[in-house]
């Protein structure tokens, strides 16, 4: 909601900030229950309701924090014995997406019952980057991955957590992108009915799929200076607001 600000230094400190005086929580009575310092932090995410913060480290674990209080809520969760590249929560706020920059398997966290959903699933290649998306309904989410063999593509990738580990990724029509930077792209569901996947790349550009048929609808033709840092539907899902790396925000017709 805009109230706080949470960000991760290079020693493994994570910090939680009044978003409007940019003043710590934490006080000096009480320090450990809003700074915690794990293993180096390389990715975090918050929750949709803003009442908890996630965090994967260099040694694969995953943390569930309480805002309010600064303390874990659940057990942490171990993905593997190297860095998290990713993590998202799923719209509802009851699963958390994990990408491990490790082996470059993806693994899905029940938060609520403490467990794993499933196998680990797996993308084309070992990421070095990747980004996800959850879609409104909480079914499907896309993964984008930059793969450390390759330099200036882009694979995106749609599944479906109701069909379990067998035949759950769907590849898109045109998902193999090329871009200018080895930054992964960024993505959104449509807010009304995650029928459709826009996804921003480095070069500038926007592309739009329909989830149900894996086409691709549109690719737009002007390319702008500046990496797509982030994007988003409009609730009717009628346009599509970018911002560039540039401080540019553009709005699209659908």
């Not at 929560?89 to 938060?111: K, M, Q």
């Not at 980057?129 to 909480?138: E, G």
């Not at 069909?163 to 569901?189: H, I, Q, T």
């Not at 033709?221 to 346009?239: K, L, P």
Request: with cysteine.
């Amino acid at each position: 909601d805009g109230t706080f600000i949470a960000h991760a230094s290079a020693d493994g400190i994570l910090r939680v900030l009044d978003s409007a005086t940019l003043t710590s929580m934490a006080n000096d009575d009480d320090v450990s229950a809003h700074l915690f310092k794990p293993k180096r932090i390389f990715s975090m995410a918050w929750s949709p309701d803003s009442r908890f913060i996630a965090t994967g480290d260099k040694a694969g674990f995953i943390h569930i924090w309480n805002v309010d209080s600064g303390f874990l809520v659940a057990t942490p969760f171990q993905h593997s014995s190297g860095p998290i590249a990713s993590l998202t929560y799923s719209s509802n706020g009851h699963f958390v997406i994990s990408v491990s920059a490790y082996d470059g398997s993806l693994r899905i966290w029940d938060i609520q019952r403490q467990v794993q959903v499933g196998e680990p699933l797996r993308v084309k290649s070992q990421p070095q980057q990747c980004t996800a998306a959850y879609s409104p309904d909480s079914c499907l989410f896309a993964s984008a991955t930059m793969g450390s063999d390759t330099a200036t593509t882009a694979s995106i990738y749609i599944w479906d957590v109701r069909k379990g580990a067998a035949g759950l990724r769907v590849e898109l029509d045109g998902a193999s992108l090329k871009v200018v930077s080895k930054v992964a792209p960024v993505m959104a569901f449509s807010s009304s009915h995650g029928h459709h996947l826009a996804c921003g790349t480095s070069d500038g550009a926007i592309w739009i799929w329909d989830t149900s048929t894996r086409k691709l609808l549109r690719k737009s033709d002007e390319n702008y200076e500046g990496d797509v840092t982030c994007i988003a539907f409009s609730h009717d899902g009628c346009y599509i607001v970018s911002g560039c790396k540039d401080g540019s925000v553009y709005t699209w017709d659908t």
